[in-house]
């Protein structure tokens, strides 16, 4: 009968369809790795450039950070500030300098400011991730597509606090990371004299600090320069 005729011609056209047919595999991904492996990229971690370490312990000693905890609410400071008529602008001397590599670590600094402002830099370089994704053909006559991302260490962080050393109020604080955002340079201005605790912590970051206060008491001081931050690669 034609109908039997029909029929088998539909079979045979459907069987060619889906012999001809390509497809892709779903997505296969590789993880974060920590170093090549079949040509694989892995973890790729900071190499921010070397700076002279600098801790003038007349102003900087070493200090014991505060108890963890959440801490007191950070409370507003004030400060006069500079004479609009001053024509000489301030000169400012470098009181510590160095570069930190964090691997889930906390380091802190006790301080007397006399002469405020006490200015504070720091440049960021967190450790960056690169994972290779790639979709798989099934057929020998096509090639597998690969894509790769590059994206932030998800463990990476940095805070600094800065503290009222006899009451532990924070006057300050800013970080990378977490609730923070990912600005690579942070500047902070301590406006008010005092005695102060100021505490580092992070991981999978690096951080260059530069702390800067008033040289009006040495008039042959080199001027400190602003701390300049190179750009996060991506």
Known sequence: MKWRGYLLIIVVFLAIAILCTGCITPPKETGPTSGNNGGQQG???ATPTPTQQIIDTRYLTQATPYPTGSGPTPRTTYGNLPNATDEQPTVYKVIYLDTIDFTYSVSAYSTTITDPPLIIEICLSPKMVTRNIWYESRYTTREDVYTTQTYISPASYFEIRVRDKAT???????????????ETKKVMNIRSAGEYLIEFSG?????????RVPARDDPTVTPAMTLSCPTLAK
Do not use: H, P, R
Request: proline share 0%.
């Open 203 to 211: 991981n999978d970051i690096v951080a260059t600090v530069q702390m």
């Open 43 to 45: 973890t790729v971690a």
């Open 168 to 182: 532990g109020d924070i006057v300050e604080k800013d970080g990378f990371g977490k609730t923070y955002s990912v």
